[in-house]
């Protein structure tokens, strides 16, 4: 008995300890999806990726790094697909940051305009990969401008450089923002100013092998003023039906507006008389229900009116026959029927 209860004791706790190192241990090795397989990318550069990063889609996780090996002087990269997710021949990979500590991750998308051919199991990617852009590098560039701004602002320049870097157009604009800020507060300072330039040199040469996304963007930009250009007659037609338009409502509004006026004045006139007649409407209330319970019995013989007085008083005036004087004639014993 002296061993059975600290046993028991020992033996929860070891379950408990278990379960509890199980979860934590599923959490952090975040284990994908079962049914896989297995595809290849080549990059010139593969820095800061690592086996066990994850693969994505559209932001969502559908696999992950298998093995890095250098073959012909490039970055041969395995990874894992779920089953479930196809592969095209129009499939393209390139290297993401996740956060600005370094890790990274694979990101595959669908180049517009290339065929929709599956790729089997084991296929290489046919499309050209993205390398992964050296931040650290490009961060410490900025070095001595990070040295005057605070944390909010460092973090938030980062974040916004990086964006740009990897292809983001959207963070384009507020980083350009952000930079015209701080230009503001650096006008004085040349020492600051001349040592950011001499340490970006590394980073203008790693921003030239980015030279096909920033030609794509100088296109697609080209495309949309085009665009723009060329529909600039639909959309001044655009802008004059819809100046038409408002006149036409205008003008109605115009016409109706002393019929509004007399239908407000006339509501105005029914609401008083309303109110004028609230007593009797009142009375009306009260009675109506009563008149309505006797009203089948009045009907329930047929096409006729079945009426049974109880008192009847005919008076014409208070001489001739004053009131009470007829319906004292034949007694005031009633049928069983006034009862």
């Given at each position: 008995m002296s061993i059975r209860k600290p046993l028991i004791g020992f033996s929860l706790f070891a379950i408990v300890a278990l379960l509890l190192t199980y979860t934590i241990w599923s959490t952090l090795m975040r284990t994908g999806p079962r049914h896989t397989h297995e595809y290849t990318a080549v990059f010139h550069d593969s820095s800061g990726l690592a086996s066990g990063d994850d693969v994505?889609?559209?932001?969502?996780?559908?696999?992950?790094?298998?093995?890095?090996?250098?073959?012909?002087?490039?970055?041969?990269?395995?990874?894992?697909?779920?089953?479930?997710?196809?592969?095209?021949?129009?499939?393209?990979?390139?290297?993401?940051?996740?956060?600005?500590?370094?890790?990274?991750?694979i990101q595959l998308t669908l180049v517009d305009g290339q065929p929709r051919t599956p790729l089997g199991p084991g296929s290489r990617l046919r499309q050209p990969s993205e390398d992964s852009f050296d931040v650290t590098?490009?961060?410490?560039?900025?070095?001595?401008?990070?040295?005057?701004?605070?944390?909010?602002?460092?973090?938030?320049?980062?974040?916004?450089?990086?964006?740009?870097?990897?292809?983001?157009?959207?963070?384009?604009?507020?980083?350009?923002?952000?930079?015209?800020?701080?230009?503001?507060?650096?006008?004085?300072?040349?020492?600051?100013?001349?040592?950011?330039?001499?340490?970006?040199?590394?980073?203008?040469?790693?921003?030239?092998?980015?030279?096909?996304?920033?030609?794509?963007?100088?296109?697609?930009?080209?495309?949309l003023i085009a665009s723009l250009n060329s529909n600039s007659a639909a959309f001044g037609k655009v802008v004059t039906d819809v100046g038409r338009t408002a006149a036409g409502?205008?003008?109605?509004?115009?016409?109706?507006?002393?019929?509004?006026?007399?239908?407000?004045?006339?509501?105005?006139?029914?609401?008083?008389?309303l109110i004028g007649l609230g007593p009797k409407l009142d009375r009306a209330a009260v009675e109506a229900p009563v008149f309505f319970a006797h009203f089948p019995m009045v009907m329930g013989q047929g096409a006729h009116l079945n009426i049974y007085a109880c008192e009847l008083d005919v008076a014409i005036g208070d001489v001739l026959l004053p009131p009470g004087i007829i319906s004292k004639i034949g007694g005031t014993a009633h049928s069983e029927a006034c009862r």
């Amino acid at each position: 008995m002296s061993i059975r209860k600290p046993l028991i004791g020992f033996s929860l706790f070891a379950i408990v300890a278990l379960l509890l190192t199980y979860t934590i241990w599923s959490t952090l090795m975040r284990t994908g999806p079962r049914h896989t397989h297995e595809y290849t990318a080549v990059f010139h550069d593969s820095s800061g990726l690592a086996s066990g990063d994850d693969v994505r889609m559209a932001g969502v996780r559908v696999g992950r790094v298998s093995s890095l090996k250098l073959e012909n002087g490039k970055a041969r990269v395995d990874f894992t697909v779920d089953s479930s997710q196809s592969i095209y021949a129009a499939t393209k990979a390139a290297i993401r940051y996740q956060n600005l500590i370094g890790q990274r991750y694979i990101q595959l998308t669908l180049v517009d305009g290339q065929p929709r051919t599956p790729l089997g199991p084991g296929s290489r990617l046919r499309q050209p990969s993205e390398d992964s852009f050296d931040v650290t590098r490009l961060l410490a560039g900025f070095q001595p401008l990070f040295d005057t701004l605070t944390s909010e602002q460092i973090n938030g320049l980062s974040q916004g450089l990086i964006a740009v870097f990897q292809g983001d157009q959207v963070s384009l604009t507020n980083t350009v923002a952000q930079i015209s800020t701080l230009a503001n507060d650096m006008a004085n300072r040349d020492q600051v100013i001349g040592s950011i330039v001499t340490h970006l040199s590394g980073v203008m040469r790693d921003l030239a092998r980015q030279g096909t996304q920033m030609s794509d963007l100088v296109k697609g930009t080209g495309d949309l003023i085009a665009s723009l250009n060329s529909n600039s007659a639909a959309f001044g037609k655009v802008v004059t039906d819809v100046g038409r338009t408002a006149a036409g409502f205008g003008a109605i509004l115009g016409q109706s507006q002393s019929s509004l006026a007399r239908a407000g004045a006339d509501a105005a006139l029914a609401t008083k008389k309303l109110i004028g007649l609230g007593p009797k409407l009142d009375r009306a209330a009260v009675e109506a229900p009563v008149f309505f319970a006797h009203f089948p019995m009045v009907m329930g013989q047929g096409a006729h009116l079945n009426i049974y007085a109880c008192e009847l008083d005919v008076a014409i005036g208070d001489v001739l026959l004053p009131p009470g004087i007829i319906s004292k004639i034949g007694g005031t014993a009633h049928s069983e029927a006034c009862r």
